[in-house]
Every structure is written in structure tokens, then in C-alpha cells.
């Protein structure tokens, strides 16, 4: 008759190790989704944030510019923020087509915003994320880096 009992014992271990390994990939794996997907959903809340607040200011410096008798100058500064969850982004002001498009790279993220405005100029500007500055220019308004 053989001795099995010390057999099953380092066989039990290797098993528990296994299946203990194996749960904590797999939690591993649904957590990280989970964060991917809550910075994500964080990202695209804030770019929608800063495309309306700046949405607002050009709208504001429309109102301005129709409401003067004779606008000469213009300048309107708003501070937005540098980063969105501490990520860099972009955005591009389209001047024809009244829309903010505001972007990340990493998660990528796109959000369009739409303005109402008549005195923007019929251009596109490409401006990194940070302070912006609405200026009047030969009667047109544009949007540069501040």
C-alpha cells in the first residue's frame, strides 16, 4: 500500500493557487473596464461643460457686437481649463457652421457644441485647451488662444 496523503496535499495547493489566481485576473479585468469606462464617461461630461461655457461667451460677444452703434473693439477673455482630467485636448471654433468641437486623444473623445451667433468670421480656428480670447476684427469676431 502506497502513502497518497502528501500527494493531494501539494495537489490541493496547486489547484487553490489556480482558481485564486485565475479570480483575481478576472476581477482585475472588470475593474479596470470599469475605471476605463468612468474616466471616459468623466471626459466627455467636462469637454460638454467647457463647449457650453465657451458656447455661452460667443454668443455673449455676438450679442455685444449687434448691439453696438459703431464696435470698434471687442475682447472678451475666458478661462478654460488647461486640461480635462488631467489629459490635454483641442478646440476648434468653426466660424461658418456656428460649432465648438472640443477633443481628446487619449481616451478619444469628441464633443460638438453648437452657438448662435451672425458676426463670427466665416473661418476655423484650431486652438489648444486653456484661456481663450474673442476678439473683433474689420468687424468680425475670432477666437485665439488667450
Known sequence: MTDDR???????????????????????MVVGSLVDSQVNHAVQDELTVTGESLATELEQADRLVRSADDPSTISITKDLPTHISQRSYRIEVNGSEDVITLSTTRPANEIRVSFNASTFADDSWDLRGGPVEIIL?????????G
Not at 21 to 26: D, R
Not at 137 to 145: A, F, I, M, N, S
Open 137 to 145: 476684427v474689420d468687424g468680425e469676431l475670432e477666437v485665439r488662444e
Open 6 to 28: 502528501a500527494v493531494s496535499v501539494t495537489l490541493n495547493y496547486i489547484i487553490l493557487l489556480g482558481i485564486a489566481t485565475a479570480m483575481l485576473v478576472g476581477m482585475t
